[in-house]
């Protein structure tokens, strides 16, 4: 369906027209379209295993093109399109284990039962998220209050039963849009603690310069993704999991082969590889909007030594990457330490939560994630996640 009201209004389009969509000829236009209408036109768990219940739409708002999911309910559901899987699943219980306390874990269990069973009764998980690539963390495209405002009256009017949720929103690379969401009534409700690194000023650090040793010294040289073969795109795949599912949460987005391979053909994905013997044992993969870069692919083989270095020289070659092409990078959350002694910020990212339009029983659970996010922000920030 495509829903146009006066001139110059958003536009709405799902897989059934998005070949109707002329997508803008910039930078970020060009993107949009080699990644959206495959993961569209497609089943998205093509690309992405744990993606249920979830239609992707594309809304045209002025020159800019900006991806909404539009979700139920389900319990396998990747955080990226559930908050119940952000909030609930991953947050609130799989985060836990690893403060190593069987007594706060057990405390934090029996809160958490009925906070889970209130949050599916009153439909949590009934949401639209915008600027959502399914993806870890969405960088936003250069977009102004007025395309915000737009878009945001477009969605409520569109989708009056869901609460209506902007991803990945933090006051360090988009204030404005920050400043405009809460100007318009949105709640800024935790997400999680990200981090921004200045490459230039990172690779002076001593520890970058003693990272460029250690990769010299193990022997690793650094592979366009152009080249990897079918074959070794298994094996990033294998490596991407090894890390951010088996060591971390198997709700982030479990990638297949066919993302990898959209990655590499249509370079929805710029991917750098370590090799060492002709064996592939590290993987990255970022996308470039608006002036920052940032990695949601990102993988190594766990079982070898620690000495191989392997996290630390993926992100050595991604902060010279950043260098080359003159951008910030946006170094995700996780690994505080790791990236704080490398010259990183850290910054809060929220969750910009509209349901005014919503009844009570509704609204109640995201008030509840708001007053605990309150509470929990100065400890995040102190705490270096």
């Given at each position: 369906?495509?829903s146009?009201?006066?001139?110059?209004?958003?536009?709405?389009?799902?897989?059934?027209?998005?070949h109707?969509l002329p997508?803008p000829?910039?930078?970020?236009?060009d993107?949009?379209r080699r990644?959206?209408?495959?993961?569209?036109?497609?089943?998205p768990?093509r690309y992405?295993?744990?993606v249920f219940?979830?239609q992707l739409?594309?809304?045209k708002?002025g020159?800019?093109?900006?991806?909404?999911?539009?979700?139920?309910?389900?319990?396998?559901?990747?955080?990226?399109?559930?908050?119940?899987?952000?909030?609930v699943?991953?947050?609130?219980?799989?985060e836990?284990k690893h403060l190593g306390?069987?007594?706060?874990?057990?405390?934090v269990?029996?809160i958490?039962?009925p906070v889970?069973?209130h949050?599916?009764q009153?439909e949590l998980?009934?949401?639209?998220?915008?600027?959502?690539?399914?993806?870890?963390t969405n960088?936003?495209?250069s977009?102004?209050?007025d395309?915000?405002?737009?878009?945001s009256?477009?969605?409520?009017?569109?989708?009056p039963?869901r609460a209506?949720v902007?991803?990945?929103v933090?006051q360090?690379?988009?204030?404005?849009?920050y400043q405009?969401l809460?100007?318009?009534?949105?709640?800024l409700?935790?997400?999680?603690?990200?981090?921004?690194?200045d490459?230039?000023?990172?690779l002076?650090?001593?520890?970058?310069?003693?990272?460029l040793?250690v990769l010299?010294k193990?022997?690793y040289?650094?592979?366009?993704g152009?080249?990897l073969s079918?074959?070794?795109?298994h094996?990033a795949v294998?490596?991407?999991?090894?890390?951010?599912l088996?060591?971390y949460?198997y709700?982030?987005?479990?990638?297949?082969?066919?993302f990898l391979?959209?990655?590499?053909?249509?370079?929805?994905?710029?991917?750098y590889?370590l090799k060492?013997?002709?064996q592939?044992?590290a993987i990255m993969?970022?996308f470039?909007?608006?002036?920052?870069m940032?990695?949601?692919l990102?993988?190594?083989?766990?079982?070898?030594?620690l000495?191989?270095?392997?996290?630390r020289?993926l992100?050595?070659?991604t902060?010279?990457?950043?260098?080359?092409?003159g951008l910030?990078?946006h170094?995700s959350?996780?690994?505080?330490?790791f990236k704080?002694?490398r010259g990183?910020e850290?910054?809060?990212?929220?969750?910009a939560?509209?349901?005014k339009?919503?009844?009570?029983?509704?609204?109640?659970p995201?008030?509840l994630?708001?007053?605990?996010?309150k509470?929990a922000i100065?400890?995040?920030s102190?705490m270096?996640f």
């Amino acid at each position: 369906m495509t829903s146009e009201n006066p001139i110059g209004s958003p536009l709405l389009f799902t897989k059934e027209n998005i070949h109707n969509l002329p997508f803008p000829q910039t930078e970020d236009g060009d993107y949009a379209r080699r990644y959206l209408i495959p993961l569209m036109t497609e089943d998205p768990r093509r690309y992405i295993r744990n993606v249920f219940n979830t239609q992707l739409m594309a809304v045209k708002v002025g020159k800019t093109v900006i991806p909404i999911t539009v979700t139920d309910f389900h319990p396998g559901n990747t955080y990226t399109v559930s908050p119940y899987s952000h909030y609930v699943s991953y947050g609130g219980l799989e985060e836990v284990k690893h403060l190593g306390n069987p007594l706060v874990e057990a405390v934090v269990k029996a809160i958490m039962k009925p906070v889970a069973c209130h949050f599916r009764q009153s439909e949590l998980d009934n949401v639209v998220f915008v600027n959502n690539y399914l993806l870890s963390t969405n960088l936003y495209p250069s977009v102004n209050s007025d395309q915000l405002s737009a878009l945001s009256e477009a969605l409520i009017e569109w989708f009056p039963d869901r609460a209506i949720v902007f991803r990945s929103v933090d006051q360090k690379k988009n204030p404005h849009v920050y400043q405009t969401l809460k100007k318009l009534g949105y709640d800024l409700v935790l997400s999680r603690q990200v981090w921004y690194m200045d490459p230039v000023a990172a690779l002076k650090t001593r520890q970058c310069k003693e990272d460029l040793r250690v990769l010299k010294k193990n022997g690793y040289e650094v592979v366009n993704g152009r080249d990897l073969s079918d074959e070794e795109l298994h094996r990033a795949v294998r490596l991407y999991e090894l890390l951010y599912l088996q060591k971390y949460s198997y709700y982030n987005p479990q990638f297949t082969f066919d993302f990898l391979k959209l990655a590499r053909d249509a370079e929805t994905l710029h991917m750098y590889g370590l090799k060492k013997d002709s064996q592939l044992n590290a993987i990255m993969g970022f996308f470039v909007r608006n002036g920052a870069m940032t990695q949601p692919l990102f993988g190594y083989d766990t079982s070898l030594p620690l000495e191989e270095g392997l996290y630390r020289l993926l992100t050595l070659v991604t902060l010279q990457e950043g260098v080359k092409r003159g951008l910030l990078v946006h170094a995700s959350g996780g690994v505080g330490k790791f990236k704080k002694v490398r010259g990183g910020e850290s910054v809060t990212e929220y969750n910009a939560v509209f349901t005014k339009h919503l009844p009570l029983r509704r609204r109640l659970p995201w008030k509840l994630i708001g007053l605990v996010s309150k509470a929990a922000i100065p400890y995040f920030s102190k705490m270096d996640f």
